[in-house]
């Protein structure tokens, strides 16, 4: 039977020997394309299989560590205690930087795996490059983790307690959020091997953009839900009731997202019109790029986050030289090879493939905008040694103003014709979407009292995309135009893709009204309340009753008590706390949220003041719970598109007489 000690040492061997496999996978498929040795070639469809084995033999045996309590691993006695609960020494693993890292290579070498797996219908040439691509960067950071963040190190002796994971993270917000978007951002990297060997081949056509999009959509879908998730995870942990505040980490995986969803729908303009190539394959780039721009961010300690663990310059360094190494190295390349790609179709302004350059257009300059508040105040001190901070000031008056051109454009595209379309016509079908937008905006007005034009003509977007969209799904199945059994034919055949589009784009309409409901209309309170004493806030009557002790598996809690009532309704409790965790010595706020309808009424506690006073933040956010339920809905028809059976069979495998000559790696 293997020990505690023993698996630590296999999961150290393991990494090495997918080290060894990665090399093997990102050279000896191109050698054999140089050589035209399909032996070689060959090599590519089982080493990724081979090094996903290891790397998860590797990942398993730190996690046995871990649920065992395993203090002479370092990162075990670090990151983990004894009396902590189950989950949470499991959601350890990936709860610190050595863990993160791991996991970050495990879900690359899954991606990588899945390609060589489910590949078949790829040429050879293609599927070996691209494999060979995954090989580099799994090679990379396989590097990274031996070199600078060894997650199997050993302490001599081993301590008898660990030092616990960070407070904050011991929550399961934050055993869904980080595997959720890392397969986002690792995700990117297939579509990026797909552009480098693209470019490395000199080929490029539609079957490229039907290979990269279900790969791309897969990862924008996880990578949605993962941002969702550490926005709810935020606003109901960090006690400040807030969803989303422009941090440099929350940025760090916003960017890739907004690029993302350019190539996505750039993608699409390829795979049926053949155009935007060039445009295409550098998206694809880019989108990975700020992927590892991301992981720099976070994981090289330029930046003090609860998100960012490393502190070692050395590791900053070796992620910047990655960072250098790839992006540097694809943009170069694409410098060198674009020009002899051929160039795609023409088409008029008016028509789809106008609508979604337009779509790009907007979603780029909103990525770089991001990208420029991000980066400046890092750029400024490393340059002049000045802080500055870039907060939502800034990005709220040059990132919005972005995406209100792009919101009301959205409902137009789907119904606009490929290569010329009639704007007219569009406008006409459109009209129904219009009339409800106008109403919502009227009928928030007048409830609103009559303050304030902005915010419900932005409420009313929302309602513009949700009705735009159903207006594009009453248009595919011909609605009231046909007997009723035609449209639900219709309907039964419309392609996922299609009804996945309509949901997204709904979902996004969702999010608007969420987001313009809480931001505008909220209501909020700060008192110090005493036992007995109550505070008012949207109707609602907050009172306190005091505070209780409780004491949890490894943290001492100060509970609050609240009676809230509003008129004669039933009165229901709420109990915000204070939370004190005695290994690490620290403190979180656990907020107090009440559902009422799509609204909550939040509370929290703030520092107790002599005689038994507490601080109270009471809050009423209007329409709040959509923003996620809006995110929800939008992965849910990115899934659905996903499951189209043209996006899961891909591109249908050339015959062998058309198999292209290998050519020089």
């Known amino acids: 039977m293997i020990g505690t000690f023993s698996i630590a040492e296999l999961g150290h061997y393991a990494l090495v020997l997918a080290l060894v496999l990665m090399l093997v996978q990102s050279t000896v498929p191109l050698l054999g394309l140089y050589w035209r040795d399909q032996r070689l070639v060959a090599v590519s469809g089982s080493t990724p299989i081979a090094g996903f084995v290891l790397v998860a033999i590797a990942f398993a045996a730190l996690t046995a560590a871990y649920v065992a309590s395993d203090f002479s691993v370092r990162n075990v006695w670090e990151n983990s205690h004894s009396a902590k609960p189950m989950l949470y020494k499991v959601t350890g693993v990936w709860g610190n930087h050595e863990g993160s890292m791991l996991l970050w290579v495990l879900i690359l070498a899954l991606f990588g795996a899945l390609v060589a797996a489910f590949g078949a219908n790829l040429p050879s040439t293609l599927r070996a490059r691209v494999i060979a691509?995954?090989?580099?960067?799994?090679?990379?950071?396989?590097?990274?983790?031996?070199?600078?963040s060894n997650p199997f190190e050993r302490l001599h002796p081993p301590p008898l307690e660990g030092r616990d994971l960070n407070p904050i993270l011991q929550d399961i917000g934050l055993?869904?959020?980080?595997?959720?978007?890392?397969?986002?951002?690792?995700?990117?990297?297939?579509a990026f091997a797909f552009a480098v060997a693209a470019l490395m081949e000199r080929r490029i056509d539609a079957a490229w953009a039907r290979w990269v999009r279900p790969w791309t959509l897969a990862a924008w879908v996880f990578l949605t839900g993962g941002i969702a998730m550490g926005s709810y995870w935020a606003y109901y942990e960090l006690g400040w009731g807030g969803w989303w505040f422009w941090d440099p980490v929350e940025n760090a995986s916003f960017m890739p997202w907004l690029a993302g969803t350019a190539l996505l729908h750039s993608a699409v303009v390829m795979e049926k019109r053949g155009a935007l190539k060039v445009w295409t394959i550098l998206l694809a780039i880019l989108t990975f790029s700020l992927s590892l721009l991301g992981t720099f961010l976070v994981r090289s300690g330029v930046l003090t986050s609860v998100h960012a663990f490393?502190?070692?310059?050395?590791?900053?360094?070796?992620?910047?030289?990655?960072?250098?190494a790839f992006i540097g190295g694809a943009l170069a390349l694409f410098a060198w090879r674009a020009p002899d790609l051929k160039q795609g179709g023409l088409f008029a302004p008016i028509s789809r493939e106008g609508a979604l350059v337009f779509n790009n257009l907007f979603l780029v300059t909103a990525t770089a905008t991001v990208l420029i508040g991000t980066l400046y105040p890092l750029a400024l001190e490393a340059v002049t040694g000045q802080k500055i901070s870039v907060g939502a000031p800034f990005f709220n008056l040059t990132f919005g103003p972005l995406m209100v051109p792009l919101l009301m454009a959205l409902p137009f595209g789907p119904l606009l014709a490929w290569?010329?379309?009639?704007?007219?016509?569009?406008?006409?079908?459109?009209?129904?979407?219009?009339i409800a937008a106008l109403v919502a905006a009227v009928i928030t007005y007048v409830v609103a009292g009559g303050k304030g034009v902005l915010a419900p003509l932005?409420?009313?977007?929302?309602?513009?995309?949700?009705?735009g969209s159903l207006v594009d799904l009453a248009e595919r199945i011909q609605l009231l135009r046909a007997p009723a059994r035609t449209s639900w034919a219709r309907f039964v055949g419309l392609p996922r893709s299609a009804i996945g589009t309509v949901v997204a784009h709904a979902g996004i309409g969702v999010m608007v009204i969420g987001i313009v409901g809480t931001t505008a209309y909220q209501t909020e309170e700060i008192v110090s309340l005493s036992p007995g004493e109550s505070v008012d806030v949207a109707g609602y009557t907050l009172l306190f009753q005091g505070m209780s002790p409780v004491t949890g598996p490894n943290y001492r809690e100060d509970r609050g008590q609240f009676l809230a009532s509003r008129?004669?309704?039933?009165?229901?409790s709420m109990t915000p706390s204070k939370r004190f965790y005695m290994a690490r010595e620290m403190a979180t706020t656990e907020a107090a949220i009440e559902?009422?309808?799509?609204?909550?009424?939040?509370?929290?506690?703030?520092?107790?003041?002599?005689?038994?006073?507490v601080a109270v933040r009471a809050s009423y956010k209007p329409l709040v719970t959509l923003i996620w339920l809006g995110a929800l809905v939008t992965s849910i028809g990115g899934t659905l598109s996903l499951t189209d059976r043209r996006l899961r069979i891909g591109a249908p495998k050339p015959a062998a007489a058309r198999q292209p000559k290998a050519a020089s790696a």
């Open 595 to 613: 559902t009422i309808g799509f609204s909550q009424l939040y509370v929290s506690l703030g520092d107790e003041i002599e005689g038994g006073t």
């Open 175 to 190: 055993a869904i959020h980080p595997p959720l978007l890392y397969v986002g951002y690792v995700g990117f990297s297939i």
């Open 310 to 324: 490393a502190t070692d310059p050395s590791r900053g360094v070796f992620i910047l030289a990655i960072l250098v």
């Open 133 to 148: 691509v995954q090989g580099w960067i799994g090679t990379a950071f396989l590097l990274f983790v031996l070199l600078t």
């Open 458 to 467: 932005a409420l009313g977007l929302g309602v513009w995309l949700i009705a």
């Open 419 to 434: 290569k010329r379309a009639d704007l007219y016509g569009a406008t006409q079908r459109l009209g129904v979407a219009m």
């Open 567 to 572: 008129g004669g309704a039933e009165p229901f």
